[in-house]
């Protein structure tokens, strides 16, 4: 359930980084770039994984995720933390493919599967 503080049970807060998302495609392009296969997505500790769509061109916009609306604000940039989690580059790796951390607009039910689509 993603409620107006975030993801229930996480430690999230209401506003621009209520909840952050990460594209399923970029797990792999950060393990390539430190010469390894797939990065396991709890590493970069994001909220919700997804794929089939471009998140950065929902930047500003309403999208549903499930029963849930979310505004799309600001990247999510690296902390010192990744070259601690992922090793020598890691932060470097990361950097441009973290994600992006979105505010709720609607709080919702999500499931495993769900469409995350355009609102308009």
Known sequence: MILADGLEGDRGRAGKRAVTLIQQEH????GSYLGQGPIAADILRRNLVVSGINLAALKGREVLVGEAILRFTVICAPCSRMEEAL????????????GWCAEVIRSGRVRLGDLVQPVD
């Open 87 to 98: 090793g020598k580059g890691g932060y470097s790796a990361v950097r441009g493919h973290g």
């Open 27 to 30: 797990l792999a392009a950060i």
